[in-house]
């Protein structure tokens, strides 16, 4: 079981917006930077933020983070069938090392 | 263009230790402000930091799993090698080797902005 906590699922129709909840403690969201990861099944995730919520070229404004005490989200605004993946948050932990979220299934209806 | 390949066994046996070779390209493992990692994914599961390496041979691991896993740097080569010694059924997994932007601190850091394509490993007798 993973420390941060997500919603195993979320959907949406086409053109709605969702969002992804990630929840940690002081010790890792509380105090360092969220990073947001997409997954297309069959292939590498791929990172979609970075830093304070800072996009990697290619990556559509539709994305939008956002991060408060110790929980982050991810938003998908004008969802489209591309869309549909599986996202993963990760923060360094005060301990050292990474942790990754259990991650959430995107499902465009 | 940065690239990363991941090669090795893609089956051992309960034990045994496992040995993987990721192979870079388009920028060097002695390059400042970057480190090479790797991350792993059982079948249907979420992702797991493993361990990352850094230009300056600095190293990171996950606290799990420390104890079983060594990383090592060939600079001739180019190629940062993972050990998971005593493997185990629940160690099947993809096992991604990653490129880690570094740059001056956190506030610019892009981890795992890289990915190989992964490397499907399975634990059986």
């Known amino acids: 079981q993973s420390v941060l906590t997500q919603p195993p699922s979320a959907s949406g129709a086409p053109g709605q917006r969702v969002t992804i909840s990630c929840s940690g403690s002081s010790s890792n969201i509380g105090e360092n930077y969220v990073y947001w990861y997409q997954q297309v099944p069959g292939t590498a995730p791929k990172l979609l933020f970075f830093g304070a919520n800072q996009r990697p070229s290619g990556v559509p404004d539709r994305f939008s983070a956002s991060k408060s005490g110790t929980s982050a989200s991810l938003a998908v605004s004008q969802l489209r069938p591309e869309d549909e993946a599986d996202y993963y948050c990760?923060?360094?932990?005060?301990?050292?090392?990474?942790?990754f979220g259990g991650g959430t299934k995107l499902t465009v209806l | 263009q940065i690239t990363l390949k991941e090669s090795g066994p893609t089956r051992v046996k309960p034990t045994q230790t496992l040995t993987l070779t990721c192979t870079l390209s388009g920028f060097s493992v002695s390059d400042g402000g970057v480190g090479v990692g790797w991350i792993r994914q059982p079948p249907g599961k979420a992702l797991e930091f493993l361990a990352l390496?850094?230009?300056?041979?600095?190293?990171r691991f996950s606290a799990s799993l420390r104890n079983r896993l060594t990383v090592t740097r060939d600079t001739s080569r180019n190629q940062v090698v993972l050990t998971v010694t005593n493997m185990v059924p629940v160690d099947t997994a993809t096992y991604y080797c990653v490129h880690y932007y570094y740059g001056s601190g956190a506030h610019d850091s892009r981890p795992f902005d890289h990915w190989g394509q992964g490397l499907l490993v399975t634990v059986s007798s």
């Open positions: 990760a923060v360094w932990d005060n301990s050292q090392t990474v942790l």
């Open positions: 390496t850094y230009w300056d041979d600095d190293q």
